[in-house]
Nanobody
Framework: QVQLVESGGGLVQPGGSLRLSCAASGTSGSIFAMYEMGWYRQTPGHPRELVANVRYPGNPNYAGSLKGRFTISRDNAKNTMYLQMNSLKPEDTAVYYC????????????WSQGTQVTVSS
């Protein structure tokens, strides 16, 4: 079973930056590079929405309103992906989740427990 552990969440002031990390382990015999990795976020009463995702090799996909402020990256050697968030706004406040989905078997689909990001002065 794949385990996803997040770090880097917390409180940041508007206009500031934050970097989230997601470390994967137990990839069920598959290497990390064979998973599509993604970041999602959710606020109370609203559905979970995509922030960004990326396959390897491939170009990342971003939610339209976030492209230019957020950057997703991955380090396959470390089984880790990152979300660099710049120019943060109060509306970015949410619980952020990381996701791993095997590119050849979408039933292998895993989620982290989420981490709170709060943007406030």
């Amino acid at each position: 079973q794949v385990q996803l552990v997040e770090s880097g969440g917390g409180l940041v002031q508007p206009g500031g930056s934050l970097r989230l990390s997601c470390a994967a382990s137990g990839t069920s015999g598959s290497i990390f590079a064979m998973y599509e990795m993604g970041w999602y976020r959710q606020t109370p009463g609203h559905p979970r929405e995509l922030v960004a995702n990326v396959r390897y090799p491939g170009n990342p996909n971003y939610a339209g309103s976030l492209k230019g402020r957020f950057t997703i990256s991955r380090d396959n050697a470390k089984n880790t992906m990152y979300l660099q968030m710049n120019s943060l706004k109060p509306e970015d406040t949410a619980v952020y989740y990381c996701n791993a989905r095997h590119i050849f078997d979408s039933t292998n689909d895993y989620w982290s427990q989420g981490t709170q990001v709060t943007v406030s002065s």
